[in-house]
C-alpha cells in the first residue's frame, strides 16, 4: 500500500537556527498537507500544497510540492520555542477526505 | 465557541468495559472523522461520516462503532476494550464532503487496564 516517510524522526534545535523536514511517498500524490500537533492538541493545518513544483508559505514557514509528486519539503526559519511539536505531511489526494499521515517529526526548541 | 468539541478529554476504563467517545462541531460542516493516534503518535484513520452516511471504514474491528445522530455530531462506541485500544482519539470534521480542510478536536486519551 501506499507509504509516507517521513524525515528525520525528531530534531533538537536552538532558538534561531532554520529547520529543514521532509516527506517521500511511494506513489504521485495530488495533494500535500503539512500538520503541526503541539502537545495535548489535535494537528492543526499549517499549508497545503495542490501543484507539482507549488511554493507556498505561511509567515516563518516554507512548504514545496516536488516535482516528481513524490515528495515535499517544510522548512522552518528562525525557530522560536512555540515552534515545538510534532509536524506531519499527509497525502489529501483522496476525494473522501481520508488523509494519510506520515510519521511525524518531532522538533524541540531549546531557547 | 470551541470548533470541534470531543468529550471526555481523559478515559480510564477496564479490559472487558463499553465506552463512548462524543464528538461535536459547530462549524457547520457535513463531513467528520474519527483518527486514532498510537504510542508511537502514528495517526490512522478509521471512520468518516458525509451528512450522517458512513464514508470510510478502515479495517477497524467490528466492536468500535460510530454513530451520527446528525451531521454536527458523530460518537464511537467501543466494545469490550481491549489493551491494544489504549490510543488518543481524535474527532475532525470537514466541508465539502471531504475536500475541505480537516479541524481537529482536542482528543480523547483512552487508557485501557
Known amino acids: 500500500g501506499q507509504q509516507l516517510n517521513q524525515s528525520p524522526q525528531s530534531m533538537f534545535i536552538q532558538e534561531g537556527e532554520d529547520v529543514s523536514m521532509n516527506c517521500t511517498s511511494s506513489?504521485?500524490?495530488?495533494?500535500w498537507l503539512w500538520y503541526k500537533q503541539e502537545p495535548g492538541e489535535g494537528p492543526v493545518l499549517l499549508i497545503a500544497?495542490?501543484?507539482?513544483?507549488e511554493l507556498t508559505s505561511n509567515g516563518r514557514l516554507t512548504a514545496q510540492f516536488g516535482i516528481t509528486r513524490k515528495d515535499s519539503f517544510l522548512n522552518i526559519s528562525a525557530s522560536i520555542p512555540s515552534d515545538v511539536g510534532i509536524y506531519f505531511c499527509a497525502d489529501g489526494s483522496g476525494n473522501t477526505g481520508k488523509l494519510i499521515f506520515g510519521q511525524g517529526t518531532t522538533l524541540q526548541v531549546k531557547p | 465557541d470551541t470548533a470541534v468539541s470531543q468529550t471526555p478529554k481523559y478515559l480510564v476504563t477496564q479490559m472487558g468495559n463499553d465506552k463512548s467517545i462524543k464528538c461535536e462541531q459547530n462549524?457547520?460542516?457535513?463531513?467528520m472523522y474519527w483518527y486514532k493516534q498510537d504510542s508511537k503518535k502514528f495517526l490512522k484513520i478509521m471512520f468518516s461520516y458525509n451528512n450522517k452516511e458512513l464514508i470510510i471504514n478502515e479495517t477497524v474491528p467490528n466492536r468500535f462503532s460510530p454513530k451520527s445522530p446528525d451531521k454536527a455530531h458523530l460518537n464511537l462506541h467501543i466494545n469490550s476494550l481491549e489493551l491494544g485500544d489504549s490510543a488518543v482519539y481524535f474527532c475532525a470534521s470537514s466541508q465539502l464532503g471531504g475536500e475541505g480542510t480537516q479541524y481537529f478536536g482536542p482528543g480523547t486519551r483512552l487508557l485501557v487496564l
Open positions: 462549524l457547520g460542516h457535513d463531513t
Open positions: 500544497l495542490y501543484k507539482a513544483g
Open positions: 506513489s504521485i500524490f495530488n495533494t
